[in-house]
């Protein structure tokens, strides 16, 4: 069975400075690799995803994230951070043949923002 | 474009009563629909997952007797958590996928139990 760590509860970042969010999976195959963001009192949504091929996948609002295999890991980076990225993110991870529908979700990271 | 929408977006309900919700996809045909609860101070679990003219696939957990599903068509599914309890609070979200295999997530349904 497939599973996602968030090792960060909490990040605390200043407004302007850059991002990276961890994110570490355990899955004995090729996974499917996501990042979604929920905002406050909100569901969620699709920050980007990754498919076996180019391990740097570019996001949506400037978000990036880079897969490696040798680390098991899919962290999170944006180069500046807006106070509109106050959110918690989540990493989940969906065996290839799934369909990627049936996501295993970290428990998220609350990604807070200083001025 | 596609969006899914979910309905209602909260409900209040009695201990021991229960909740019907509704997913409903719009600008695509949903072939396949999973329901996932987040519970107070955590991340999302998989309910169940439902493809048309298919078996309904629960996981661990989660029955069709306390959560049944109907998937009638393309582009609509509906939950029912029975005999709502507190431990059944949370955000339960439909994440509906397309034909060539796009997730949309609605914006998901708020339960609280009294």
């Known amino acids: 069975a497939q599973s996602v760590t968030q090792p960060d509860a909490r990040v605390t970042v200043s407004e302007g400075a850059s991002l990276q969010l961890r994110c570490k999976y355990s899955?004995?195959?090729?996974?499917?690799l996501f990042w979604y963001v929920q905002y406050p009192r909100q569901g969620l949504q699709l920050l980007l995803k990754?498919?076996?091929?180019?391990?740097v996948v570019q996001g949506v609002n400037g978000f990036e994230a880079e897969f490696s295999k040798s680390n098991s890991s899919f962290h999170l980076r944006k180069a500046s951070v807006h106070w509109s990225d106050w959110a918690v993110y989540f990493c989940?991870?969906?065996?290839?043949?799934?369909?990627?529908?049936?996501?295993?979700f970290g428990k998220g990271t609350v990604l807070l923002v200083s001025p | 474009g596609a969006l899914v929408y979910q309905y209602p977006r909260r409900t209040i309900c009695k201990s021991g009563t229960s909740m019907r919700m509704e997913c409903q996809a719009v600008?695509?045909?949903?072939?396949?629909v999973a329901w996932y609860r987040q519970s107070p101070q955590k991340t999302f679990e998989l309910i169940a997952l439902s493809t048309v003219n298919s078996a309904i696939k629960y996981e661990q957990n989660f029955t069709q007797e306390k959560f049944p599903i109907s998937h009638p068509n393309l582009s609509f599914s509906s939950m029912t958590v029975l005999n709502a309890y507190l431990e059944d609070r949370g955000l339960y979200l439909c994440?509906?996928?397309?034909?060539?295999?796009?997730?949309?997530f609605g914006e998901g349904s708020k339960l609280t139990v009294l």
């Open positions: 899955y004995f195959g090729t996974p499917y």
């Open positions: 600008g695509f045909q949903a072939t396949s």
């Open positions: 994440g509906a996928r397309d034909n060539t295999g796009q997730l949309y």
């Open positions: 989940a991870v969906s065996p290839y043949d799934s369909g990627y529908n049936k996501l295993t």
């Open positions: 990754y498919y076996p091929g180019d391990p």
